[in-house]
Structures are given as structure tokens and as C-alpha cells.
């Protein structure tokens, strides 16, 4: 299936309708396997920066920390948003955030779909939920791999929207009843 009209932006697909009044960040983590000669294990970071409308991925990166200095570089290299939006990890901190950053260490309230985006990869992408059937063996494989899946699903989300839009006009606030226009004649394999 052929989509036009998202375009390029910090290496992943991006909607012209994007919203950039607020993003979300959050990082997701997983242990990898024991690395030799050293028998302990390490934490393997995504981090991910995601627009509310539509419900897209505007950028990430893969790595083994999970640094301020890494966070920056994702929020440099992404459109520059009025509102920044994170849970209470404290390396946000030391972020430049180009729009007011609003940070909530109580509950997952600011972050929701973020925390929902992430669900779907551990959902789609089978080396981030079972350790023991799969596995990344290298950095440049788990960045290699959400980065296809990445446009995939920006370009799907995409097309959901353009599909539910005339759909949409039948209610007086479609908002509060999406739950109705779930069905779609496409999934996100088809973009794969």
C-alpha cells in the first residue's frame, strides 16, 4: 500500500498533520543477555519522543544509557513542540527542552500514550518481550529493527486517521466514541 504525503523528518516519517503542541518522552528498557568476560547483566535502552495527534513516533535512538546528553539529541533533531511531556526519570532534568517541559513524577497521566506506544512495540517487535525465543545480539539489529518498525507505524497511523476522518463527522464529538471506528481494511503489517 502506497501512502503519500508524510515526509522525512530526523529519519522517520512524519505527518504533515502532526500536532506540535505536545510531545511525550519515555524510555523503555529490557536486560540483555550476559556479556563475556563479564557475567552480570545490562540494561538495554529505547527512548522514545512521540506526538499526541496524530499518534506518531517522532524520534528515538537505541542504546545502553540512557544519558541527558542522548536525550538532547533527539530532542534537537525533532520539530520543536510548546510542550514537552515526561515522567519522573531524572534525567530529564538536565534536558534543554525549545518548550515549556512538564514533568510528573506521580503517575503515568502525562505520558499515556507514549506508555501505550511503547506496549506495541514490545507487542510487534518479538526481541523486546521474550528474552528466551529472541534476541537482539547487536545494537546496530535492535536500531536497524525500530527503525523499519517506526515508519511502519507512523505511516500506518497515518493512513488510520485518513481512513476514520469521514467517519468521524457522524458524531457531534468523535473523540469520546473512536471505540465505533476501530475497524480499519488494513493493519500495520501491511506497512511493513
Known amino acids: 500500500m502506497c501512502i503519500?504525503?508524510?515526509?522525512?523528518?530526523?529519519?522517520?516519517?512524519i505527518s504533515p498533520r502532526t500536532d506540535f503542541n505536545a510531545f511525550e518522552l519515555d524510555e523503555l528498557h529490557w536486560f540483555t543477555n550476559r556479556k563475556y568476560p563479564v557475567e552480570i547483566r545490562e540494561n538495554s535502552y529505547i527512548i522514545t519522543l512521540t506526538s499526541r495527534k496524530p499518534r506518531q513516533i517522532v524520534g528515538f535512538d537505541v542504546n545502553y544509557d540512557i544519558e541527558a546528553a542522548r536525550i538532547q539529541q533527539i530532542v534537537n533533531k525533532a520539530p520543536p513542540a510548546a510542550r514537552y511531556y515526561t515522567d519522573g526519570f531524572h534525567g530529564y532534568m538536565d534536558v534543554d527542552f525549545p518548550g515549556k517541559h512538564i514533568r510528573n513524577s506521580y503517575d503515568k497521566s502525562d505520558t499515556f500514550l507514549t506508555e501505550s506506544i511503547n506496549s506495541d512495540l514490545r507487542h510487534y517487535i518479538s526481541g523486546l518481550f521474550r528474552k528466551s525465543k529472541t534476541f537482539f545480539r547487536s545494537q546496530e539489529t535492535k536500531y536497524a529493527v525500530m527503525s523499519l518498525f517506526v515508519n511502519a507505524y507512523n505511516?500506518?497511523?497515518d493512513a488510520k486517521e485518513k481512513h476514520l476522518i469521514p467517519v468521524k463527522r457522524k458524531c457531534a464529538n468523535p473523540s469520546k466514541h473512536l471505540h465505533k471506528f476501530r475497524d480499519v481494511p488494513f493493519s500495520i503489517i501491511d506497512f511493513l
Open 4 to 13: 503519500t504525503g508524510l515526509k522525512k523528518i530526523t529519519g522517520v516519517w
Open 155 to 157: 505511516k500506518f497511523g
